[in-house]
């Protein structure tokens, strides 16, 4: 795609464990809309699973160890979460992943996500593996700067895409879905 951004093809093609494992994890911990810290509502909603999850609101983007809606620790990463993320991560030449956390993205057909990189994180030296279910979408990648015309990669369920080592800071956003609600997996070591 572009220097360390890869993507696995149908990598998680057969997605009925994948299903369930969202069903589980946000049974314990719902979606929620988000504010940024501006006091915006993020269109898409979200839960997390892991040692933390990634939080917004007016004090700001960060990690939280406990669920602020439910004062619970977030759901464990299912095991087929763990292991799709590992496999994807050596397949696509990053090597052994340990991720802590994974966000859940709902995207319903209203919903996107603005340009941005993920930044939040203590340690960059591992790459983020983000996996597409339901709908599709385009996913939009601008590297080092905001500025400039992005690579459009179209996102189909069951595709993989990894971004590490000089990638890993690189700004990126999504477009809407198309013809139905997408989800999307995002791994990534935080702590
Ligand atoms: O939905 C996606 O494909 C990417 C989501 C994302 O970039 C994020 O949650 O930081
Ligand atoms: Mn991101």
């Keep these: 795609m ?4 890869v993507l696995l093809h149908g990598f998680a093609a057969a997605t009925g464990d994948l299903d369930a494992a969202v069903e ?4 314990a911990a719902p979606f929620r809309q988000l504010k940024t810290p501006g006091g915006r509502l993020m269109s898409a909603a979200m839960t997390s699973c892991g040692a933390c999850g990634w939080y917004s609101d007016a004090r700001g983007y960060r990690y939280e160890r406990l669920d602020p809606l439910t004062g619970q620790p977030w759901p464990a990463i299912p095991e087929p979460f763990l ?4 496999a994807s991560s050596e397949v696509a030449g990053f090597g052994t992943y340990e991720p802590d956390t994974c966000l859940i993205n709902r995207y319903v057909p209203t919903a996107q996500m603005g340009i941005h990189h993920d930044a939040d994180e203590r340690d960059f030296s591992q790459p983020i593996v983000s996996v597409t279910l339901g709908a599709p979408a385009t996913f939009l990648w601008y590297g080092p700067s905001k500025r400039g015309s992005p690579l459009r990669i179209r996102l189909l369920p069951g595709d993989v895409l990894v971004w590490g080592g000089a990638a890993r800071k690189g700004y990126h956003a999504v477009q809407k879905p198309e013809g139905g609600t997408r989800y999307n997996l995002t791994f990534r070591k935080a702590l």
């Design 2 to 5: 572009a220097p360390q951004v």
């Design 24 to 27: 589980l994890v946000s049974a």
């Design 83 to 86: 292991r799709l993320a590992r």
